[in-house]
């Protein structure tokens, strides 16, 4: 267990403390343990208790890690120009995935209605019911106009037509750890070991695991993450596209970087208080649990169910694209007041050091024949 984080208040240790006594009494109902994938399910997405189930502040200087939409307006605007085009081809309808602090739909939604483009319909799918109602709050707050323009989803439609948006949805979702041995694969489970919890790894009984496992090639003695709730996701979303675009924004890699013989320990990373570390039994419930993209499999079962690779590039490439610079442009330099944050915040959307390069962009399509923009210079499809 990390020792140099904050420690959590009275109420946050009780709530973390009745979480674990619930994934103790589910290791125990599945007959004394249970793959890391069901526990990281368990420790975000529990009904009432998992992190993003609870009310606790995720997002922001507040919570325990900012993302880009968090960062600058700047984002979200620029992603519109990207959004505007790929409705003019298909449909006016956007769906996003995960709308976290619902800032990115404010500003998405801010932008078109200055470019004359806004949507008939505006979905978000949001399995967390208290961000549900934060999403709600917030936008009839900042935008109370367009907020009839935007309806909250149980269920993915049956069809799907437009523009689908996901940023950083792909890294929260469940994964398998999995060690390649000379033995064969094994799968790392979770354990409890008196009030604490502990691995253990034993051979897969997972077949799909197995057999996507199998084939990537890693050293013996590799230890890294597959994620099957994301290839299952990404399947079912193509199989339902009927003609649109999905983008994809988070971060990670093709599999010849996610898959490197010196990342033999995988890319598992938790989020607590804007402090990282790689424990997830640290209080559950409290903190954030995420794994990198592997893209070039995100890429392998859309191409499988009938969708295009449309593009694929860094977030600073397809910001840039898209024209991010000209918002910049629109303002002073001579103003420092306002001129200098932006230009702070284009920085850290932008900068290799910063978001520039580790976060990719996927875009994922059927029907759709003119290029993006977004993927105009820079594409890196050939690495995945």
Same mark, same amino acid.
């Given at each position: 267990?990390?020792?140099? *984080?904050?420690?959590?208040?009275?109420?946050?240790?009780?709530?973390?403390?009745?979480?674990?006594?619930?994934?103790?009494?589910?290791?125990?109902? @599945?007959?004394?343990?249970?793959?890391?994938?069901? =526990?990281?399910?368990?420790?975000?997405?529990?009904?009432?208790?998992?992190?993003?189930?609870?009310?606790?502040?995720?997002?922001?200087?507040?919570?325990?890690?900012?993302?880009?939409?968090?960062?600058?307006?700047?984002?979200?605007?620029?992603?519109?120009?990207?959004?505007?085009?790929?409705?003019?081809?298909?449909?006016?309808?956007?769906?996003?995935?995960?709308?976290?602090?619902?800032?990115?739909?404010?500003?998405?939604?801010?932008?078109?209605?200055?470019?004359?483009?806004?949507?008939?319909?505006?979905?978000?799918?949001?399995?967390?019911?208290?961000?549900?109602?934060?999403? @709600?709050?917030?936008?009839?707050?900042?935008?109370?106009?367009?907020?009839?323009?935007?309806?909250?989803?149980?269920?993915?439609?049956?069809?799907?037509?437009? &523009?689908?948006?996901?940023?950083?949805?792909?890294?929260?979702?469940?994964?398998?750890?999995?060690?390649?041995?000379?033995?064969?694969?094994?799968?790392?489970?979770?354990?409890?070991?008196?009030?604490?919890?502990?691995?253990?790894?034993?051979?897969?009984?997972?077949?799909?695991?197995?057999?996507?496992?199998?084939?990537?090639?890693?050293?013996?003695?590799?230890?890294?993450?597959?994620?099957?709730?994301?290839?299952?996701?990404?399947?079912?979303?193509?199989?339902?596209?009927?003609?649109?675009?999905?983008?994809?924004?988070?971060?990670?890699?093709? &599999?010849?970087?996610?898959?490197?013989? @010196?990342?033999?320990?995988?890319?598992?990373?938790?989020?607590?208080?804007?402090?990282?570390?790689?424990?997830? =039994?640290?209080?559950?419930?409290?903190?954030?649990?995420?794994?990198?993209?592997?893209?070039?499999?995100?890429?392998?079962?859309?191409?499988?169910?009938?969708?295009?690779?449309?593009?694929?590039?860094?977030?600073?490439?397809?910001?840039?694209?898209?024209?991010?610079?000209?918002?910049?442009?629109?303002?002073?330099?001579?103003?420092?007041?306002?001129?200098?944050?932006?230009?702070?915040?284009?920085?850290?959307?932008?900068?290799?050091?910063?978001?520039?390069?580790?976060?990719?962009?996927? &875009?994922?399509?059927?029907?759709?024949?003119?290029?993006?923009?977004? =993927?105009?210079?820079?594409?890196?499809?050939?690495? *995945?």
């Amino acid at each position: 267990m990390p020792t140099t *984080l904050p420690l959590p208040s009275a109420e946050a240790q009780a709530h973390s403390n009745r979480l674990c006594e619930f994934i103790h009494q589910d290791i125990a109902a @599945q007959g004394g343990w249970i793959p890391f994938s069901r =526990f990281m399910e368990l420790a975000l997405y529990a009904p009432g208790l998992g992190y993003y189930s609870a009310g606790s502040h995720k997002l922001g200087e507040a919570g325990d890690f900012v993302t880009a939409p968090e960062i600058s307006s700047l984002f979200g605007r620029t992603l519109a120009r990207q959004v505007a085009d790929i409705m003019l081809s298909s449909a006016s309808a956007i769906l996003e995935l995960g709308a976290g602090s619902g800032k990115l739909a404010i500003d998405i939604l801010s932008e078109l209605e200055r470019m004359g483009s806004l949507p008939e319909r505006y979905d978000i799918l949001e399995v967390s019911a208290d961000l549900r109602e934060r999403q @709600q709050a917030t936008l009839q707050e900042r935008i109370p106009h367009l907020a009839a323009r935007v309806n909250w989803l149980d269920a993915l439609p049956e069809k799907i037509s437009g &523009a689908v948006i996901a940023n950083e949805v792909l890294d929260a979702l469940p994964v398998n750890l999995v060690r390649w041995t000379g033995m064969g694969i094994a799968e790392r489970s979770v354990v409890s070991k008196g009030k604490e919890f502990a691995w253990h790894e034993q051979a897969t009984e997972n077949s799909v695991l197995c057999e996507v496992a199998q084939k990537i090639n890693v050293p013996d003695n590799y230890l890294s993450e597959i994620s099957l709730a994301a290839r299952g996701l990404i399947t079912t979303l193509c199989g339902r596209l009927d003609k649109g675009v999905m983008l994809f924004i988070d971060y990670g890699f093709g &599999a010849g970087e996610y898959y490197h013989p @010196q990342r033999s320990e995988g890319t598992l990373m938790c989020h607590y208080r804007h402090h990282s570390h790689d424990d997830p =039994f640290f209080l559950p419930g409290l903190q954030d649990i995420t794994s990198h993209v592997d893209f070039s499999a995100v890429a392998e079962n859309a191409l499988a169910k009938g969708a295009h690779l449309l593009g694929y590039t860094t977030q600073a490439n397809f910001l840039v694209n898209c024209g991010i610079t000209d918002f910049l442009a629109e303002h002073d330099p001579e103003k420092l007041r306002d001129y200098l944050p932006l230009s702070i915040q284009l920085q850290k959307l932008t900068s290799p050091a910063e978001m520039g390069d580790l976060f990719k962009i996927i &875009a994922l399509g059927k029907g759709m024949e003119e290029p993006l923009r977004g =993927f105009s210079r820079g594409d890196k499809s050939h690495y *995945l």
